[in-house]
């Protein structure tokens, strides 16, 4: 079964300073990546998503991301964060095919200081 | 365009009792996923319904069912009650078109569910 990998449940960064948040995943075959955000309150926001193609994706608000098909890894970066930045940010992976279920991370709470 | 919307915002209920959520599905779209999202934890895939059937499910009991209507809105039924039932319950819409290698899933706000 697919499983997603979020190592840190809590990262402090301060305002300016860049952030990279960590995602592994476990299946057998590339499965589609995604990143999305969550506001106290609100629904979930997708950032960006991998499909195919080129390994570094661009996304909303600043955001990319990098796949790396030898770690089965797909971090969250970004150069300079802002204090609106502060969220709780989910990774995903969902099957090729079929009813395509998305299975979600435990997600990493962004804290961000001025 | 119209987004994704869900109803109640919040809801109180008590061990054994049974609840209905509401799922408004943006405007186009003709499919509809559960997840459940308890404190602290990512969302949980429940179902997913498609033209009024369902046609995908996670692991979850029997006690949990859906309907999608006709205008592609839908409810989720959670019968009997249980304290771990307590979550946020986020309703995700998408567009299901053939061909289509991924439909991207459009999240609504969600409906947090306590149960006493």
């Known amino acids: 079964a697919q499983s997603v990998t979020q190592p840190d449940i809590h990262i402090t960064v301060s305002e300016g300073a860049s952030l990279e948040l960590r995602c592994n995943y476990s299946?057998?075959?590339?499965?589609?990546l995604f990143w999305y955000v969550q506001s106290p309150g609100q629904g979930l926001q997708l950032l960006l998503k991998?499909?195919?193609?080129?390994?570094l994706v661009q996304g909303i608000k600043g955001f990319e991301a990098e796949f790396k098909r030898s770690q089965s890894s797909f971090n969250l970066r970004k150069p300079s964060v802002h204090w609106s930045d502060a969220a709780e940010y989910f990774c995903?992976?969902?099957?090729?095919?079929?009813?395509?279920?998305?299975?979600f991370g435990t997600g990493t709470k962004l804290q961000v200081i001025p | 365009e119209t987004g994704v919307t869900q109803s109640p915002t919040h809801l109180i209920k008590t061990r054994g009792q049974q609840v209905t959520l509401r799922c408004s599905s943006q405007?186009?779209?003709?499919?509809v996923s559960w997840y459940q999202q308890a404190l602290g934890q990512g969302p949980q895939f429940i179902f997913q319904?498609?033209?009024?059937?369902?046609?995908g499910r996670g692991n979850f009991p029997p006690r949990f069912s859906g309907l999608q209507f006709p205008n592609y809105s839908s409810e989720l039924n959670v019968n009997a009650l249980e304290l771990d039932d307590s979550a946020l319950y986020l309703c995700?819409?998408?567009?299901?078109?053939?061909?289509?290698?991924?439909?991207?899933?459009?999240f609504g706000p969600g409906t947090r569910l306590t149960v006493l």
């Open positions: 995700a819409s998408s567009l299901k078109a053939g061909g289509t290698a991924y439909n991207e899933q459009f």
């Open positions: 299946y057998g075959a590339t499965p589609y």
């Open positions: 991998y499909f195919s193609g080129d390994t």
């Open positions: 995903a992976v969902g099957l090729p095919g079929g009813y395509q279920k998305v299975t």
């Open positions: 405007s186009g779209h003709n499919t």
């Open positions: 319904y498609y033209r009024e059937e369902e046609n």
